[in-house]
């Protein structure tokens, strides 16, 4: 099994879900984050209002699920799908190895948990 975790832009939170959905995954968490990538940080105003300076992170979101071997490159083509724009700051996606998943509720585990 692996965990992808999708590090992407919010106004593309909506779009990635319903693809990874569509994609196969049972399921998805998602986490408000802040970061600093290869996307320019936003201008903000200062505290009176009266000056801009340059925010020190951008907003993100994180959107990780966890599947099957076999499903992460249909589930990685359906991020990038969703989310590209062809411009810096388009998000990442990180793979890595799952040991092992427990369904606390019903005691599955690995494959059958999710």
Do not use: C, H
């Amino acid at each position: 099994m692996k965990r992808l975790e999708a590090i992407i832009k919010n106004d593309r939170l909506s779009e990635t879900v319903s693809a990874v959905r569509e994609a196969g995954a049972k399921g998805v968490t998602v986490t408000s984050i802040k970061g600093q990538g290869s996307a320019a940080r936003p201008m903000i105003r200062s505290g009176r209002g009266t000056a801009q300076v340059q925010a020190e992170y951008n907003n993100m979101v994180s959107v990780m699920t966890v599947v099957e071997d076999s499903e992460v490159s249909k589930i990685i083509e359906a991020i990038s799908k969703a989310t590209y724009t062809g411009k810096n700051g388009d998000g990442i996606v990180v793979v890595t190895d799952v040991v092992q998943v427990v369904n606390i509720a019903s005691k599955a585990t690995d494959e059958s948990a999710l």
